[in-house]
């Protein structure tokens, strides 16, 4: 199974600041990598695939990037809506899907 | 507009067994393969079975194989997830989604249906 590791397991974070996010993956899962957020009481929606890709309708202000074994989700200019938990997922290894333990981005 | 609702959930004792129900809209459903992800309260998403757009493979968790099965029904527009020998970990929001053909990640999402496994 490939573990998957984000980190931190909290950000606070300001309005309007930068926030950035890891995630790792135990072994390489190529770009085969999605970002997931969730607010409570929802769905996780799907923000980012292929490790660097928006979905249709994220805000640009959502960006991904890396490759292999280190990802990071960056979210430019915090919204009062962003503030969420962001997962990251990998599909490389499927049908043996795995997530990551999710990053809490608070308000500071 | 793409819509999946889940349905079925509730209390069941342990060893007890639910069906859950994904009903799909807004799609060609029998054109996407699908899956169940579980939320255990206040934690993360595990993966919990995939079925094929024409049910023909099927896989399952480890934490879930030999209790849980998945099926759907293409002429419904429904996908289901038959739980038997249920155990307390098995509580948990459980979400259908649908898989993007060829690249595997999950687009589209349900609400979610909350099972409790409790005496």
């Known amino acids: 199974e490939i573990v998957m590791t984000q980190s931190p397991a909290t950000l606070s974070v300001s309005p309007g600041e930068r926030a950035t996010l890891s995630c790792r993956a135990s072994?390489?899962?190529?770009?085969?990598l999605a970002w997931y957020q969730q607010k409570p009481g929802q769905a996780p929606r799907l923000l980012i695939y292929g490790a660097s890709t928006r979905a249709t309708g994220i805000p640009a202000r959502f960006s991904g990037s890396g490759s292999g074994t280190e990802f990071t989700l960056t979210i430019s200019s915090l919204q009062s809506e962003d503030f969420a938990v962001y997962y990251c997922?990998?599909?490389?290894?499927?049908?043996?899907?795995?997530f990551g333990q999710g990053t809490k981005v608070e308000i500071k | 507009e793409v819509q999946l609702v889940e349905s079925g959930g509730g209390l069941v004792q342990p060893g007890g067994s639910l069906r859950l129900s994904c009903a799909a809209s807004?799609?060609?459903?029998?054109?996407?393969?699908m899956n169940w992800v579980r939320q255990a309260p206040g934690k993360g998403l595990e993966w919990v079975s995939y079925?094929?757009?024409?049910?023909?493979?099927?896989y399952y968790a480890d934490s879930v194989k030999g209790r849980f099965t998945i099926s759907r029904d293409n002429a419904k527009n429904s996908l289901y997830l038959q739980m038997n020998s249920l155990r307390a970990e098995d509580t948990a929001v459980y979400y259908c989604?649908?898989?993007?053909?060829?690249?595997?990640?999950?687009?589209?999402w349900g609400q979610g249906t909350l099972v409790t496994v409790s005496s």
């Open positions: 989604a649908t898989v993007v053909t060829l690249s595997y990640y999950f687009d589209y």
């Open positions: 997922q990998q599909y490389n290894n499927w049908p043996r899907w795995t």
């Open positions: 807004g799609f060609t459903f029998s054109s996407y393969e």
């Open positions: 079925i094929s757009s024409s049910g023909s493979t099927i």
């Open positions: 072994q390489s899962v190529s770009s085969n």
